[in-house]
């Protein structure tokens, strides 16, 4: 077979803005493409915390990457992890050993959580960056109510009933609101021995308020609405010290035996990768066309990229990404003919964050600001138009909607206890126990947690 002369154009990470450039340039006849991933599906990454609070399935925010680009004839899709690039030979390389000449190269590896200098931190908190993430969230709060059902000491059953989350951000704002919802509408029938409502959900940030770059009079809206919802807000409050048993705030101490993280995240290590300089979270500083210096055959798009405008830096959000990937792609292309790329704009459509149950926060168009019931709506309307797929906009809307008039959690699943994972990795058979009541198993810590690869 003889080799396509068109140029290659490989983009590294298929979420938001890896995703669109790909759009763009798979109905393109110019360019032959092919898209690096570590895994095999587009993530709706802001719907992840209602995977994790058991209101969706994981198959409802995702979808196979092959499936989403299945008709660009010019395009085809490698599941592997980037290692290396090699700039001066215009190749990467793969962890598995493998590699891929590129033409052109559009970096959209996006960035994962940190936890400012303290990795140990990382086992006792999962963060909320992939499916594995949520799904280790969802099991370990269903597990904590599961265990305060069984426990007869008071002071442990308080401890299972209480869930601290770090990080007054959308992620932690929304984590809280949909906890509250669980605790107190759809969990209270289904036990015999707790009162759900007994769960005591504390958020906290370190800084005055919640949703530092919402408007302020949006954040406080926030912050009276989650206290509405019961939950304990602690702002201006860093956390020192994270274990199986809970949180240390100085010289205070919240008991808990569930932690989640949501406090920060660090772009992905790939920026390094490329040799040029990165700002403190790992960003790349990238020229207005969003190719990096000396190298304008390199673009770098999304949450790895730095973006400033009108002096501001451009918000990490899904939109950004999207409007980034399109310009990238616009541009390559513009290069393949022998046209000067141009300047990326950023069109600010708005930044919502969902509190719970007809209640979110957010501003349209930047102009505009939402609070209550009508920025809910808001709310719901955008994130169903922007989920990949139809199926997948159809089955959201229908959850949603039984969810609205019923309160129930439709993928309340334990898929992994820690008995299950010991008896799994033991080499022994399992024994016969003599007849009657089986001893019931000794109270455990939050077990590790699935280790999530950097998201996009």
């Known amino acids: 077979m003889e080799p396509d002369p068109r140029p290659h154009v490989v983009i590294i990470g298929a979420g938001f803005a890896g995703l669109e450039a790909a759009k763009i340039l798979g109905r393109s006849d110019d360019v032959r493409v092919t898209v690096v991933d570590r895994r095999n599906h587009h993530l709706f990454q802001p719907l992840l915390y209602q995977v994790a609070t058991a209101a969706l399935d994981p198959s409802d925010i995702a979808s196979p990457i092959r499936v989403v680009l299945r008709r660009h004839r010019n395009t085809e899709v490698i599941l592997a992890e980037v290692s290396a690039v090699d700039r001066s030979a215009r190749t990467l390389h793969f962890a598995d050993g493998g590699s891929v000449r590129y033409d052109h190269l559009i970096v959209a590896s996006g960035a994962q959580d940190t936890y400012f200098g303290h990795p140990e931190w990382e086992s006792q908190a999962p963060g909320l960056k992939s499916l594995e993430d949520a799904l280790e969230v969802r099991r370990r709060v269903l597990f904590a109510f599961e265990e305060a059902e069984r426990e007869e000491d008071e002071v442990r059953r308080r401890e299972w009933l209480t869930f601290v989350i770090i990080g007054g951000g959308p992620t932690g704002v929304e984590l809280a609101g949909s906890l509250s919802e669980i605790a107190h509408r759809a969990l209270p029938r289904d036990f015999r021995h707790i009162n759900t409502h007994d769960a005591r959900i504390v958020l906290i940030e370190g800084q005055s308020r919640l949703l530092p770059t919402y408007p302020e009079d949006l954040s406080e809206a926030a912050r009276r609405a989650l206290q509405k919802l019961q939950i304990d807000v602690r702002l201006g409050q860093r956390v020192s010290g994270i274990d199986a048993e809970g949180v240390t705030l100085g010289d205070q101490r919240i008991q808990a035996r569930t932690v989640l993280w949501g406090a920060g995240v660090t772009a992905s290590p790939l920026g390094k990768a490329l040799g040029v300089p990165v700002d403190r979270t790992g960003r790349v500083a990238v020229r207005p066309d969003l190719t990096i210096d000396d190298d304008p055959r390199i673009s770098v798009v999304g949450d790895l990229a730095a973006v400033t405008q009108d002096g501001k830096p ?71 138009m922007y989920l990949v797929g139809f199926r997948s906009r159809i089955a959201v809307l229908f959850t949603w909607f039984y969810s609205y008039l019923t309160w129930r959690r439709i993928a309340r699943l334990i898929t992994f206890t820690p008995w299950l994972r010991q008896r799994e990795s033991a080499t022994a058979p399992v024994r016969a126990l003599p007849s009657g009541p089986a001893p019931r198993p000794a109270p455990t810590g939050a077990p590790a947690p699935l280790h999530a690869a950097p998201e996009r």
Not at 334 to 346: D, K, L
């Open 314 to 384: 451009v918000p990490g959000i899904a939109p950004a990404a999207m409007q980034m990937g399109r310009t990238a792609a616009r541009n390559v292309l513009r290069r393949v003919h022998g046209e000067p790329g141009q300047p990326f704009r950023y069109l600010d459509k708005g930044i919502f964050a969902v509190i719970g149950r007809g209640s979110a926060v957010g501003t349209l168009f930047a102009r505009w600001d939402l609070s209550g019931v009508v920025a809910w709506f808001v709310w719901v309307s955008v994130h169903l």
